[in-house]
C-alpha cells in the first residue's frame, strides 16, 4: 500500500534551473495539496487541489507552479529556482472536507546554490 | 487570518515523565484540531484529531489532547514519554467551509531523554 509518493528525495539545484517534483497518491484521493517545511515556520501551503483540474494558491505560491490533470498526480514545478527556495517540501492527500485525515509523502529535500 | 500557536518550540523531558505540548488557534465558529507527529527523516502522520463531542481525545501512542473552547486551546499530553516518543509535533487547525486546507503551527520538538 503505497499511499502518497515523492520523488525525488533529495535534489540540488543551481539557481535559475527548474524542475519538477513529482508526486502521486493511490488512495483515490480528490484533495491534494503541497507544502514547505522551513525550521521555526512550520508547514505552509503552496498550491493545493480539490480534483482532476482544478488548482488554487495556498499561502506562499510565488515562483511554483502546479497542474492536475488526473486524480493520481500532482506535480510541483520550481520555474527558476532561487536559494530562498530550499526547503523540505511535502506533497499531502486526502478526502476533500475540512474534518478529514491529511496523508504526507516522505518529502524532498531541495537545496538551491 | 487563521492561525496557529506553538509556543515552546523545544521541550526537553526525561523518559516516563508526562509532558504537555501546547497549542492555540485563532478562534472561529466550526474549527477541527489536529494533532500530526513527525519522526525524523519521515513525513507527517496523524496522532489525534478533534471534530465534536467529547473534548478529551484519544490518539496514537498513548497520546491525548483537550479541546477547550473558551481557551481556544487543544493541549497535547502524555502520561509517561518513552525515547521512541522523540520527534516534532504540529497542531492544525481546518475551518469549515475551508475544503482540507489546514494551518498549522511552527511545531514543538519533543526531545525525551534518559
Known amino acids: 500500500n503505497a499511499g502518497v509518493t515523492q520523488t525525488p528525495k533529495f535534489q540540488v539545484l543551481k539557481t535559475g534551473q527548474s524542475m519538477t517534483l513529482q508526486c502521486a497518491q493511490d488512495?483515490?484521493?480528490?484533495?491534494m495539496s503541497w507544502y514547505r517545511q522551513d525550521p521555526g515556520m512550520g508547514l505552509r501551503l503552496i498550491h493545493y487541489?480539490?480534483?482532476?483540474?482544478?488548482?488554487d494558491q495556498g499561502e506562499v505560491p510565488n515562483g511554483y507552479n502546479v497542474s492536475r490533470s488526473t486524480t493520481e498526480d500532482f506535480p510541483l514545478r520550481l520555474l527558476s529556482a532561487a536559494p530562498s527556495q530550499t526547503s523540505v517540501y511535502f506533497c499531502?492527500?486526502?478526502?476533500?472536507?475540512?474534518?478529514?485525515?491529511?496523508?504526507f509523502g516522505q518529502g524532498t529535500r531541495l537545496t538551491v546554490v | 487570518a487563521q492561525s496557529v500557536t506553538q509556543l515552546d518550540s523545544q521541550v526537553p523531558v526525561f523518559e516516563e515523565a508526562p509532558v504537555e505540548l501546547r497549542c492555540n488557534y485563532s478562534?472561529?465558529?466550526?474549527?477541527?484540531l489536529f494533532w500530526y507527529v513527525q519522526y525524523p527523516n519521515q513525513g507527517l502522520q496523524l496522532l489525534l484529531k478533534?471534530?465534536?463531542?467529547?473534548?478529551l481525545v484519544k490518539g496514537i501512542n498513548g497520546f491525548e489532547a483537550e479541546f477547550n473552547k473558551s481557551q481556544t486551546s487543544f493541549h497535547l499530553r502524555k502520561p509517561s514519554v518513552h525515547i521512541s516518543d522523540t520527534a516534532e509535533y504540529f497542531c492544525?487547525?481546518?475551518?469549515?467551509?475551508?475544503?482540507?486546507?489546514?494551518?498549522f503551527g511552527t511545531g514543538t520538538r519533543l526531545q525525551v531523554t534518559l
Open positions: 499531502a492527500s486526502s478526502i476533500t472536507g475540512s474534518n478529514t485525515e491529511a496523508f
Open positions: 488512495m483515490n484521493h480528490e484533495y
Open positions: 487541489s480539490v480534483g482532476a483540474g482544478i488548482t
Open positions: 478562534s472561529s465558529v466550526s474549527v477541527y
Open positions: 478533534y471534530l465534536s463531542g467529547s473534548t
Open positions: 492544525a487547525v481546518s475551518y469549515t467551509g475551508t475544503a482540507s486546507k489546514l494551518t
